[in-house]
């Protein structure tokens, strides 16, 4: 069973900043002649490297942009801008996967302002990223003494948690989390992980029932997680209707027909297997495993005709075992005494060699 994890990289979104006042340079043409102190205070700032690098930054240059800043963090006057300076410099170094620079950046604009919550954030994030959740857990207990009111950081203590296998300490922050914000569809997963790692399907099973009634936007993966979960507890009736709502949210997820014909095959239940894959294919997934899997359900069933189309789609696909399967076709008529029959199929797959 798996989930799609909250992810640490978050923080890589564009993180232009919090220069104070958030100025960036102007263009534009600046008359000739003197110059009055408004327009003189313009030019000084279109120069300042702090708007230069945001300046480049904004425009996805991140080299150009981190030379900006360590020439802000070296001439910064102002304990403030040397603080946005490293801050910005870190955020070029996650951009380009530079993550211990980035922690160093991080850690010298908290030197200059230790109260500085976005880089205390920041800081965990990348910790998380690569693997350093210790630090991660040190760097959000920081964001929270600053901010109790921190989703973000009871988020990732939970996560954190969990990394450590920690169940009681991760679902305690994820309590947290949604008690300041009750529309988080990653942290209702990661509760209902939480309950599944020590196997209380219940609890978990009734963690994303609760959130797919009360979000305001239902999330396709919480249905797809809830289908999971009924899976693993036996009610394969419930698990069925979960991915069916998760597919009207996402209907181009092609893992989740083929789950649901899974289950519908282990139940002998071909008729149905049959329709869910044809709702796949309906969908726009004309895929060679959709046909595939529709082959081998007819030929089970004996109608041989229809399983030799989809083996045929399979195989003009690319498939190799859909090749496969006409052999099998071949060698039924072949058996049966059906030589035409046979040498037709036979025919066929001489005639795409």
Known sequence: ??????????FAAALVLLAAGGARAQGGFVPSGPKTQRQLDSIARANDPLNLGNSFYEKGDYSRAAEQYRIATRDTTSTLQRAFAWFNLGNCHVQTGSYNKAVVSYRRALEESPTFTRAWQLLGDVYYTIGAYGDAVAAYGRLLEQDETSVH?????????????????????????????????DVYLASAEAYARIRDYTSAEKVLEQALVRMSKPS????????QLYELDGNTRKAVRAYEEGLLLQP???????RIAGIHERENDDFLALLI??????AGLD???FHLRRGAIYFQQQRYDHALEEFQK?????????????????????????KKEAEAVTALLRDRE
């Open 277 to 282: 894959l044809e709702q796949g294919l309906r």
């Open 220 to 227: 396709a993966e919480g249905y797809f997680y809830l289908g």
């Open 287 to 289: 895929r060679a495993d």
């Open 1 to 10: 069973m798996s989930r799609v994890t909250i992810s640490s990289i978050l």
């Open 314 to 338: 399979a195989y003009a696909q690319g498939n190799p075992q859909g090749r496969t399967g006409i052999e099998n076709v071949a060698a039924v008529y072949y058996n049966a005494g059906k």
């Open 153 to 185: 950081a009871h988020q990732m203590l939970g996560e954190c948690s969990l990394k450590g296998g920690d169940i009681t300490e991760a679902l305690r922050h994820f309590d947290a989390a949604l008690k300041l914000d009750p529309d988080l569809p």
């Open 252 to 258: 181009k997820r092609a893992d989740y027909y083929l």
